[in-house]
């Protein structure tokens, strides 16, 4: 009874884990969405770059280890010009090599020009197969070239 007991906790227990090491890397995406929501309340304009945006560099800007346990970069990328952004954050540390490395990205696009409203979506582009350790609102594709 025992073994069974454990043959069936021990994946799912693997799950649950992998699926809360999302959080910090989600907790990093609100951060620099509330960021961008500011900055495009002030021009009603999304940033032209990185450093607009408050990452502090243009393209990925690498994380040190020693800050974040479970993401290794940050991105930026202004998709549209003044109307949508992407932010992603790449994945580390989450002990499955199909995940690190892969971006979460939240997608924000101003309702209509001269608003100051962002709408957000979010996407991934992490194997279909290992969408599932991703909040449910974070699993369609989504392509990402911070620039």
Not at 19 to 30: F, G, H, I, N, S
Not at 114 to 119: D, F, G, M, W
């Amino acid at each position: 009874i025992v073994g069974i007991l454990a043959a069936i906790a021990l994946p799912a227990y693997q799950d649950y884990m992998a699926r809360a090491k999302m959080t910090e890397p989600l907790a990093k995406l609100d951060e620099m969405k509330l960021g961008i929501a500011e900055f495009v309340a002030s021009n009603n304009r999304t940033p032209n770059d990185g450093i607009e945006a408050g990452l502090g560099t243009t393209g990925i800007n690498p994380v040190a280890s020693t800050v974040a346990k479970y993401y290794k970069g940050v991105g930026y990328d202004e998709v549209t010009d003044n109307l949508t952004v992407q932010v992603g954050v790449q994945l580390s540390g989450t002990a499955n090599s199909n995940l690190d490395s892969g971006w979460i990205v939240m997608t924000g696009t101003i309702d209509s020009p001269n608003t100051t409203s962002v709408l957000w979506e979010c996407g991934t582009d992490v194997a279909a197969t290992y969408r599932k350790f991703l909040p449910s609102n974070c699993r369609s594709t989504v392509t990402f070239s911070a620039n």
